[in-house]
C-alpha cells in the first residue's frame, strides 16, 4: 500500500501536465489567430512589388494592342473609310488616357 500513494501521485501529475498543455493551448490560441488574420491582412513588400510589376504589365499588353488596332484603323482610314478614321480617333484617346498610368524606361547612360 505504500507505492500506491506515488503512483496516484505520478498520475496526478501527469494529468496535471496534460491539463496545463491544454490550457496553454486554449490561452495562446487567440493570440495565434490574430496573427493569422493581421498575416492574411497585410501584403509583404514582394508581393506587393509583384503586384505592381503584374499590373503594370498588363497595361503595357493593353496599349500594345491598342496600338495595333490604331495602325490597322488608320490604314483604312486612309483608305476612305470614315468609319475607321472615327474607330481610330477612339483607339488613340484611349491610348492617351493609358499612356501616363506606364513608367517610361530610363534612357542608357554613357
Excluded: H, W
Excluded at 501527469?14 to 487567440?30: E, K
Excluded at 496599349?63 to 488608320?74: I, P, T
Excluded at 475607321?84 to 484611349?94: I, K, M
Amino acid at each position: 500500500m505504500r507505492g500506491f500513494p506515488f503512483v496516484l501521485l505520478a498520475g496526478a501529475s501527469l494529468s496535471l501536465t496534460a491539463c496545463i498543455g491544454t490550457v496553454v493551448d486554449v490561452v495562446t490560441l487567440p493570440v495565434r489567430a490574430a496573427g493569422k488574420a493581421v498575416d492574411l491582412a497585410t501584403t509583404s513588400q514582394s508581393e506587393s512589388d509583384e503586384n505592381r510589376g503584374r499590373e503594370l504589365r498588363k497595361r503595357e499588353e493593353q496599349l500594345g494592342k491598342l496600338e495595333r488596332s490604331y495602325a490597322k484603323q488608320r490604314a483604312k482610314c486612309e483608305q476612305g473609310s470614315e468609319e475607321a478614321c472615327e474607330e481610330a480617333r477612339a483607339t488613340y484617346a484611349q491610348m492617351q488616357e493609358l499612356l501616363p498610368t506606364i513608367p517610361v524606361e530610363p534612357k542608357d547612360q554613357p
